[in-house]
């Protein structure tokens, strides 16, 4: 005879009553992200989806254009357009496998067991800390080509420093040599140490034992477990360089002869110096639509490559 146990009503109503509450709580905590988000993420965004549409430039009103601005932006009548993308994609494809490569060598390297890890650890997460623009002002002064640190090293080994920022063949470079030195010990060396701690020890205990080397156990044990943590800091590393605006700005203002001269900053000069809000709406939109493409790819091919614990592999 089976025998059904049932709270009495009061009981019921009680704990009806207590996950109402805590259920209210919750929302009353999330609400300022809630209320902020609609505030001053969602409601520009959508604003700025609908002024993209337009002719707006603050003083006057906004008149409905339709899609001319984007024609405007795609087919040639921006001259700045294709030429900024360019560059970005271009400073994207080399930043970002150079930065995931050091920060993955770094956190390997921070991994061991040595003396004063924890002091090293520090060292290298400092640069991450510096402000963007105050780290652009310090290598300006750094890559000053006639009286500049780097040039006065290399003038003291007989070696003639480049012009770094003031040549418009160095100042991609040079400008990659500044966000490098501030992301590659930073967050995304943090997020691959926490990876790294995740791999199980006894895998590799097991894999020495059976004679693999130091490479073997990285390439053939760490390597693949860490691909999620790969997979995640390509997508949020990409994303990150793609919007590269500040230092640009600060350090070279987009030049010399426009060889900076990256998307976001096209943009910024579209909106806040040449006031063409409607058209710089419609730029933030391909953008957008951009950054979405690009995750989407990244998370469709991710399926073929990143490895996730208890996933059933066809």
């Not at 780097?150 to 400008?175: E, T």
């Not at 110096?273 to 690009?294: D, K």
């Amino acid at each position: 005879m089976a025998v059904r146990l049932q709270a009495a009503p009061g009981k019921q109503r009680s704990l009806s009553r207590a996950a109402r509450r805590e259920e209210l709580y919750g929302w009353l905590f999330a609400s300022p992200w809630i209320v902020g988000f609609f505030l001053f993420t969602a409601g520009p965004m959508i604003a700025s989806f609908y002024l993209g549409f337009t002719e707006y430039s603050i003083a006057n009103p906004p008149k409905w254009v339709g899609t001319a601005n984007y024609q405007k932006a795609l087919f040639g009548g921006d001259a700045q357009f294709w030429p900024s993308l360019g560059r970005t994609f271009m400073y994207a494809g080399m930043i970002v496998p150079i930065g995931l490569a050091g920060s993955l060598l770094i956190a390997v390297l921070l991994n061991q067991k040595l003396r004063a890890v924890a002091l090293f650890r520090t060292l290298f997460f400092l640069p991450s800390l510096v402000p963007v623009v105050a780290s652009a002002v310090l290598w300006q002064w750094l890559f000053q080509p006639d009286f500049g640190a780097i040039n006065g090293l290399l003038a003291s080994v007989g070696v003639k420093g480049p012009l770094w920022l003031s040549d418009s063949r160095s100042a991609p470079a040079s400008l990659m040599i500044i966000a490098l030195w501030g992301t590659i010990g930073g967050s995304t060396m943090i997020i691959f140490l926490a990876g790294l701690q995740g791999v199980p020890t006894e895998l590799h205990e097991a894999a020495s034992i059976d004679g693999a080397g130091a490479a073997q156990r990285f390439f053939r044990i760490t390597l693949p477990l860490l691909t999620p943590t790969i997979f995640f800091n390509v997508v949020i590393g990409l994303i990150a360089a793609l919007k590269v605006f500040e230092v640009a700005l600060v350090a070279t203002k987009g030049g010399p002869n426009f060889s900076t001269w990256f998307f976001i900053l096209h943009l910024y000069q579209t909106a806040f110096q040449n006031i063409e809000m409607g058209y710089a709406s419609a730029l933030a939109g391909v953008f957008f639509v951009i950054v979405v493409t690009l995750t989407a790819i990244n998370v469709h091919f991710s399926r073929r490559w990143v490895y996730y614990e208890g996933e059933e592999r066809q």
